[in-house]
T-cell receptor, first 114, second 113 residues
Framework: DAGVIQSPRHEVTEMGQEVTLRCKPI?????LFWYRQTMMRGLELLIY????????DSGMPEDRFSAKMPNASFSTLKIQPSEPRDSAVYFC????????????FGNGTRLTVT | AQTVTQSQPEMSVQEAETVTLSCTYD???????LFWYKQPPSRQMILVIR????KQQNATENRFSVNFQKAAKSFSLKISDSQLGDAAMYFC??????????WGAGTKLIIKP
């Protein structure tokens, strides 16, 4: 299996622009998670899906952030409009059902908003 | 609420020596799961080892082993024969059933050649 695939690996954009991050989970995984990692706040869960349905989006910072999972093999995280404080590494991760099932992470997208 | 504490922001060890990273957690549950992940400079999050709370036997994966003390709510990671490639941030995480992972703040491990 190719693992969790994220794109792009790096994104540099100007404040006010729309940013779309993409994720392809591992085939057969029921759960998909979006995380944000910064030095100040560490690893934060933004939102997670179960069988393509958003279950908990309480970690989404504000209305500028939105996430979708139109099918089992694709998810997007969109920031519109982007702000410099959104600069971070964004991870997508997936796992199958069962508490012992570990999270499999993508390589992350490093977002820089200038 | 469940919390995970990694009290060592940074640890260093001589190559080939053994190091132990500490992790404690707070929960009122009896059935849960614990994980250690490493994040090298490449930033990829990699599973190191996992433990089911109902299993008394400590998990082992090659040079990595845990000391799981359920009553003390402690889940430390021991790395034997440390190698330069072990240099990374190490994160401890807690999970109940299918719920989200609760993460510690991480410990930066430095390997001295």
């Amino acid at each position: 299996d190719a693992g969790v695939i994220q794109s792009p690996r790096h994104e540099v954009t100007e404040m006010g622009q729309e940013v779309t991050l993409r994720c392809k989970p591992i085939s057969g995984h029921d759960y998909l998670f979006w995380y944000r990692q910064t030095m100040m706040r560490g690893l934060e869960l933004l939102i997670y899906f179960n069988n393509n349905v958003p279950i908990d989006d309480s970690g989404m910072p504000e209305d500028r952030f939105s996430a979708k999972m139109p099918n089992a093999s694709f998810s997007t995280l969109k920031i519109q409009p982007s702000e410099p404080r959104d600069s971070a590494v964004y991870f997508c991760a997936s796992n199958s059902a069962g508490g012992y099932s570990p999270l499999h992470f993508g390589n992350g997208t490093r977002l820089t908003v200038t | 609420a469940q919390t995970v504490t990694q009290s060592q922001p940074e640890m260093s060890v001589q190559e080939a020596e053994t190091v132990t990273l500490s992790c404690t957690y707070d929960t009122s549950e009896s059935d849960y799961y614990l994980f250690w992940y490493k994040q090298p400079p490449s930033r990829q999050m990699i599973l190191v080892i996992r433990q089911e709370a109902y299993k008394q036997q400590n998990a082992t994966e090659n040079r990595f082993s845990v000391n799981f003390q359920k009553a003390a709510k402690s889940f430390s990671l021991k790395i034997s024969d440390s190698q330069l490639g072990d240099a990374a941030m190490y994160f401890c995480a807690y999970k109940e059933s299918n719920y989200q992972l609760i993460w510690g703040a991480g410990t930066k491990l430095i390997i001295k050649p």
